[in-house]
């Protein structure tokens, strides 16, 4: 079955960017979503289609992919953004039709 | 405003069963799949099940197969999965989702029940 790697933890500095990213074999065939979960929180959609935001989403976050990787971006960082953070993609081939990433810890300095 | 409301988590014995209910508002439940994700603790999302529109199409994650049931009431805008024969490893928060009308995202989440599996 198809597996999302993400890097368990990312740190960055208030005011910086951050950068989040996502491997897979179905990356370059799907589109990639990505939730942001804070803590005692439900997971909130921040970023579809690999780079579309939705309603309600600042522009400082932002997404692209490139062959196998997707990246999340936040930009301009604030200790707001300190989540968890999951990629997910439809799978038409695997045993799962949803498959999430292994989510990645942001943490603000 | 779409509002997705589970019910339904509790403090349960292994082999025991449970049945999950999420009532939705908001927008028309008859024309939307829906779908259970669940979060074990300190884990990651593991989606579990999911059910067409009309409820004549299930699915289900190999992990849950044979022992979760997913079932919906149209008439009462209700949404439901049923737990058969519960293990240790079934303990999560187990979120009711609205997928996009693609099916390929989650587009509103609830905020989730708490399944506690444990003698």
């Known amino acids: 079955s198809n597996v999302l790697t993400q890097p368990p933890s990312v740190s960055v500095a208030p005011g910086k960017t951050a950068r989040i990213t996502c491997g897979g074999d179905n990356i370059g065939t799907e589109s990639v979503h990505w939730y942001q979960q804070k803590p005692g929180q439900s997971p909130v959609l921040v970023i579809h289609y690999d780079g579309d935001r939705p309603s309600g989403i600042p522009e400082r976050f932002s997404g692209f992919k490139s062959g196998k990787t997707a990246t999340l971006a936040i930009s301009s960082v604030e200790a707001g953004d300190e989540a968890d953070y999951y990629c997910?993609?439809?799978?038409?081939?695997?045993?799962?039709?949803?498959?999430f990433g292994t989510g990645t810890r942001l943490s603000v300095l | 405003e779409v509002q997705l409301l589970e019910s339904g988590g509790a403090l349960v014995q292994p082999g025991g069963s449970l049945k999950l209910s999420c009532a939705v508002s908001g927008f028309a439940f008859n024309t939307y799949a829906m779908d259970w994700i669940r979060q074990a603790p300190g884990k990651g999302l593991e989606w579990v099940s999911g059910i067409s529109a009309s409820g004549g199409n299930t699915y289900y994650a190999d992990s849950v197969r044979d022992r979760f049931t997913i079932s919906r009431d149209n008439s009462k805008n209700t949404l439901f999965l049923e737990i058969s024969n519960l293990r240790v490893d079934d303990t999560a928060v187990y979120y009711c989702v609205r997928p996009s009308g693609d099916y390929v995202k989650f587009d509103f989440w609830g905020q989730g029940a708490l399944v506690t599996v444990s003698s």
């Open positions: 997910q993609v439809w799978d038409s081939n695997g045993d799962h039709p949803f498959v």
